[in-house]
């Protein structure tokens, strides 16, 4: 049964300090998202990957958040330095985007997500 | 631009109860249409999907049909039980593999 597999699933830090976030995709998914869900904002996009390469990551801070994939079966999302407003919980997902098709199969499989907790 | 509306909750329903949520997006083109589902402490899960106008998505007893005239999905289920309680979110996604969701919508089913 795949999964989309996340790391760790919670994190209780102190502001200033890094987090990284660590998410493995469905073997064979070519697009790999990122999201943040809070009581007040619910759930934003924060960026996503195709094949490796960001797409868009108009979601997401730039000065402290940062997102990678350095292999296909790595996702990382880094927050240096954290705040306490960063307090969520963090969504991996991953799918496989059919090019050129008018409706995309574009499904999104969901990881269980990191509780990230910043004093 | 593009987005999804769905009423808001909680909606609080005794079990076997009939379960409508309401979902209506805009949209540029034509996107395939989703209802995730949330169980408490877990990621979202697909519960069904449309691809195309007058399909019918349906699983574990719940129902959607993508109503182009109406630009609605709505979620439907005849009997709720209590292990149905959870978030309900509605979706998009066009060509790019990327979703818009919804507010999401809190079901809680009371025995």
């Known amino acids: 049964d795949a999964r989309v597999t996340q790391t760790p699933r919670h994190k209780v830090t102190e502001m200033g300090q890094e987090v990284t976030m660590r998410c493995q995709p469905i073997l064979g998914h070519n697009t790999v998202f990122w999201y943040r869900q809070t009581m007040m904002q619910g759930l934003e996009l924060l960026a996503y990957f195709r094949n490796r390469a960001p797409l868009d990551d108009s979601g997401m801070p730039k000065d402290r958040f940062s997102a990678e994939m350095p292999d296909a079966t790595l996702a990382t999302l880094k927050i240096q330095p954290s705040e306490p407003r960063d307090s969520a919980v963090y969504f991996c997902a991953s799918g496989l985007v059919h090019r050129g098709i008018l409706h995309s199969y574009n499904e999104q499989f969901f990881g269980p997500g990191t509780r990230l907790t910043v004093l | ?111």
């Open chain 2, 1 to 111: 631009g593009d987005s999804v509306t769905q009423m808001e909750g909680p909606v609080t329903l005794s079990e076997e109860a009939f379960l409508t949520i309401n979902c209506t997006y805009t949209a540029t083109g034509y996107p395939s249409l989703f209802w995730y589902v949330q169980y408490p402490g877990e990621g979202l899960q697909l519960l069904l999907k449309a691809t195309k106008a007058d399909d019918k998505g349906s699983n574990k007893g719940f129902e959607a049909t993508y109503r182009k005239e109406t630009t609605s999905f709505h979620l439907e289920k005849g009997s709720v039980q209590v292990s149905d309680s959870a978030v309900y979110f509605c979706a998009q996604g066009g060509n790019t593999g990327k979703l818009i969701f919804g507010q999401g919508t809190t079901l809680q089913v009371k025995p």
